[in-house]
C-alpha cells in the first residue's frame, strides 16, 4: 500500500480508501456543521430582534472616529447592566463574522491585551 498526496491509502488493485484518521475528521467536521447550523439563526435572531445590534453597531460607527468599534463599546450600548455581556457579545460577533455577516478584527492594546 502506498500514501496518495491527499492522504488516501492506494491499494495494489489500485482503489482509494480513505484512512480511519481522515473519516474521524471528516465527521468532527460535519458534526461541528451540524451544530453551528442550529446556532447561526439563534444567534441572528437574538442579534437582530431581541438587542438590536446591527442598529446599534451602524450608529455607533457613525460617531466612532476610525468607523471601527470594540466589544466594550458595542456592550455598553447593549439593553443590559451584566457585565458579562461583552464577552457573549464577543462570541455572537465571532459566529456572525465566520458566516461572512459581518467583519471582526482583533488589535493589540498597549497594556498588551487584545481587542
Do not use: W
Request: glycine share 4%; charged share 20%; hydrophobic share 45%.
Amino acid at each position: 500500500m502506498d500514501m496518495g498526496s491527499t492522504g488516501e491509502v492506494i491499494t495494489t488493485q489500485n482503489q482509494k480508501q480513505t484512512p480511519d484518521y481522515v473519516r474521524e475528521e471528516e465527521a468532527a467536521v460535519h458534526a461541528m456543521q451540524l451544530s453551528l447550523s442550529y446556532a447561526l439563526p439563534e444567534v441572528l435572531n437574538i442579534a437582530i430582534f431581541e438587542l438590536g445590534l446591527l442598529e446599534i453597531i451602524s450608529k455607533a460607527a457613525l460617531v466612532a472616529a476610525d468607523g471601527h468599534l470594540s466589544v466594550a463599546k458595542i456592550a455598553s450600548h447593549l439593553p443590559t447592566k451584566n457585565a458579562k455581556a461583552r464577552f457573549v457579545l464577543d462570541r455572537m460577533l465571532h459566529l456572525l463574522s465566520a458566516f461572512s455577516a459581518l467583519s471582526c478584527k482583533s488589535r493589540s492594546l498597549d497594556d498588551r491585551s487584545v481587542e
